[in-house]
């Protein structure tokens, strides 16, 4: 089991800044990956970014130079730094981790969901 408790959410104006938290409850050396979704209402949840346990972090074209994923080893957390922020980019923002377990498939853990509004 992960537990996962997101932080960092609210509400700005377009091209203002936040930056989201998630802190695990395992060492990040346990996920094959750590990620950022979102989901917008009436839409499906979406991949904004990834940083794999190895090679390069992946980012959704909508937010390339604008977003940057970062993880800390001692703390145990990932991080989405978002920037240049647009109202498109309005929507629920979930942490994901990819456990891996031996002999099995990577297993998907969620965290709650932070709403992030960009509005003038």
């Known amino acids: 089991q992960v537990q996962l408790v997101e932080s960092g959410g609210g509400s700005v104006n377009p091209g203002g800044s936040l930056t989201l938290s998630c802190a695990a409850s395992r060492s990040v050396f346990s996920f094959s990956s750590m990620g950022w979704y979102r989901q917008a209402p009436g839409n499906q949840r979406e991949l904004v970014a990834r940083?794999?346990?190895?090679?390069?972090?992946i980012y959704d074209d909508s937010v390339k130079g604008r977003f940057t994923i970062t993880r800390d080893i001692a703390k145990n957390t990932v991080s989405l730094q978002m920037n240049n922020l647009k109202p498109d980019d309005t929507a629920v923002y979930y942490c994901?981790?990819?456990?891996?377990?031996?002999?099995?498939?990577?297993?998907?853990?969620w965290g709650q969901g932070t709403q992030v509004t960009v509005s003038s």
């Open positions: 994901n981790v990819k456990l891996v377990v031996a002999n099995g498939p990577d297993e998907d853990y």
């Open positions: 940083k794999p346990r190895t090679g390069s972090s």
